[in-house]
């Protein structure tokens, strides 16, 4: 990120007229572009998979999460603004590669090189983290869930769940393959996975409130801040985000991906829960 940070700023590009609005009007594309924007973000949230073997308990992880995001936040306008600046706005949108493009004006065919191989390695160390957390939450669904009971075994010998690891491994690699059939493997994972995603986000909101509701009884580990403004506004986002991502998918004519998604995990779940009350 640096190094495309220092080439963009070092070799900015012809400074040239502001492009005209589009017709779509700015609220209509801004939502559009938060869908991938926040995938920036994205694994914020597993952090909670992982807080119970996190030093200094429940004040341990609001800290990470607040520097983290306020890390990546800056980072972030940092790298969009280099780009925007080494390649110019027409640059930009032509290119196919913003960050190589960007280090091959500043480096040649080096820098071009360099940071092909540093997205990999970044791809990489990606990988090994979502696999952690993933592998964990397939565990836990393997012990609450009979149906699902081969995912909750723990290998003594690792010290992991290696059944877990494994069934993420071959649901990640199916998932790669089939993006792989496709001109546009990321635009085509997200015109099916969006519309899921920030659906379960949406419902995960929506429990806070009912389980407040129906257990107010119970004692609470951790306090939600600004309760009940903060919950409200995550479930007022996801539902725009979830209204947005329904219609970039209707758009690209992909919708009926995403609802057989949706309707293969309810099949999974009805046999779960007849599996679990047999």
């Keep these: 990120m640096l190094l495309v940070v220092v080439s963009g700023f070092a070799n900015p590009a012809p400074v040239a007229a502001p492009p005209p609005a589009a017709s779509g009007g700015v609220p209509a594309l801004f939502g559009t572009a938060l869908l991938f924007v926040l995938f920036t973000f994205g694994g914020w949230n597993e952090a909670a998979y992982i807080s119970a073997e996190v030093r200094g308990g429940n004040r ?41 493009d960007v280090a091959q004006k500043a480096m040649g065919t080096f820098g071009e090189k360099l940071i092909g191989a540093l997205v990999a390695l970044a791809a990489l160390t990606s990988i090994n983290a979502t696999m952690l957390v993933a592998a964990r939450t397939n565990y836990s669904v393997g012990r609450d869930w009979p149906l699902f009971a081969f995912m909750g075994r723990w290998h003594g010998g690792r010290d992991a769940p290696v059944v877990a690891f494994v069934v993420t491994g071959v649901l990640s690699l199916a998932l ?11 635009k085509f994972m997200v015109d099916f996975t969006a519309p899921v995603f920030w659906f379960f986000f949406l419902l995960t909101g929506i429990a806070l409130f009912v389980l407040r509701f129906r257990y107010s009884h119970v004692a609470r580990p951790f306090r939600v801040p600004m309760y009940p403004v903060l919950p409200i506004v995550f479930v007022a986002t996801c539902a725009f985000l979830l209204y947005k991502s329904l219609e970039f998918t209707l758009q690209n004519r992909a919708i009926q991906i995403a609802i057989y998604v949706m309707l293969a995990g309810v099949v999974v779940w009805v046999a779960a829960r007849l599996r679990r009350s047999a």
């Design 60 to 100: 341990a992880i609001v800290k990470a999460l607040v520097l983290a995001l306020g890390l990546v936040t800056v980072v972030y306008v940092l790298f969009v603004a280099a780009l925007l600046v080494g390649l110019g706005f027409e640059g930009l949108k032509a290119s196919k590669q913003v960050a190589a």
């Design 176 to 186: 790669v393959a089939f993006a792989a059939v496709n001109q546009s493997g990321v």
